[in-house]
């Protein structure tokens, strides 16, 4: 690879000179100028940005952590991180962990060993939690909260309010049997909504039934064949999001169960795919593309020395589509 040495040296110029030219941090003379950019262009001289990181201490990359890249609402939220990075001039390095503590704590590191601006994170580890207390990168975790940690800011939707809506729209729906997919307990969402299900069920004076249930595709399957098998009156479900609300749609349907004639679903997150879909699903809906571009908003105005909020709770609203039918609707 062409060192900035041999560029100067083609250019008759000090390296340094280059350096200055690369970088814009100051005025050169318009002739070494032309001189240093055409040997570039002969040379192909690529930066090594790693290099550069190191000795301005700066990098210009946020890092993103999320759990599961499968999940169009990860995808969906690194989209609009990213989105907002470009436009400021800063660049994304997405990390995927797979919920695996080990891979978390690799990326972490390598986050700070390259000087990286900021992490934006979506975790549940407890060993995750105690490094991010102690990181020295400005943190903005998303969509849950730590046990213990702070970090520089949490962003979330306020997934209790959700769960009320979700049960609340299926007993207007005429609704008698609602089984929620409980998420993990273990995450401030999963356990947020399931609470809000559970108020909901007690002020109509409505049986509680769960079954649990992680947020993808597969577990969605598995626990839509539970809900055959235990709750076999079951007419409304709530799901624990729209990838696993799809899940269940298909798996019903297959067996012949009409939806929403017969059962009503409900998802959550108002992913891309839920109104893509057909039937198109109804759910509650989350400002991912919002809930982003303020992750990366507030690592930009850490880094910048600008004012931000600590605490950030979005709010939610139901989107109704085509699997669920208010009871002023329904055939008698």
């Not at 990366?296 to 709010?315: K, T």
């Amino acid at each position: 690879m062409t060192s900035i040495r041999e560029v100067a040296k083609i250019a008759g110029v000090s390296p340094a000179t280059v350096s200055r030219v690369m970088n814009g941090t100051a005025n050169v003379d318009e002739e070494k100028r032309r001189r240093v950019l055409e040997a570039i262009r002969q040379t192909g001289f690529m930066p090594n940005e790693l290099a550069r990181a190191l000795y301005q201490k700066s990098s210009k990359i946020i890092g993103v952590i999320v759990p599961d890249i499968e999940n169009p609402f990860f995808s969906e939220l690194a989209k609009a991180v990213e989105e907002q990075t470009y436009h400021a001039g800063y660049k994304m390095l997405l990390c995927n962990s797979d919920d695996d503590p080990k891979k978390e704590m690799m990326n972490i590191q390598m986050l700070v060993q390259m000087r990286a601006e900021g992490i934006i994170i979506t975790t549940n580890c407890d060993s995750t939690s105690r490094v991010l207390k102690d990181c020295q990168l400005p943190v903005v975790v998303v969509d849950r909260k730590l046990t213990g940690v702070s970090g520089t800011a949490f962003i979330e939707a306020n997934h209790y309010k959700g769960g009320c809506l979700a049960a609340e729209h299926l007993v207007k729906c005429g609704c008698k049997n609602i089984v929620c997919l409980r998420g993990p307990q273990a995450y401030s969402s999963g356990k947020q909504r399931y609470q809000g299900y559970l108020d909901t069920c007690r002020k109509y004076g409505i049986k509680e039934q769960c079954v649990d249930c992680t947020y993808d595709y597969e577990a969605g399957r598995r626990a839509a064949k539970e809900i055959l098998r235990k709750f076999p009156k079951a007419d409304g479900i709530i799901a624990c999001n729209d990838m696993v609300a799809i899940s269940v749609y298909k798996v019903l349907t297959g067996v012949g169960r009409r939806i929403p004639e017969e059962i009503q679903l409900i998802g959550f997150d108002d992913i891309r795919f839920s109104s893509l879909c057909t039937p198109e699903i109804t759910t509650v809906s989350q400002p991912i593309r919002e809930m982003g571009f303020m992750a990366a908003g507030i690592i930009i105005r850490h880094v910048e020395g600008g004012e931000f909020q600590q605490e950030n709770i979005f709010d939610v609203k139901l989107v109704e589509r085509d699997t669920t039918r208010k009871k002023s609707h329904q055939a008698l």
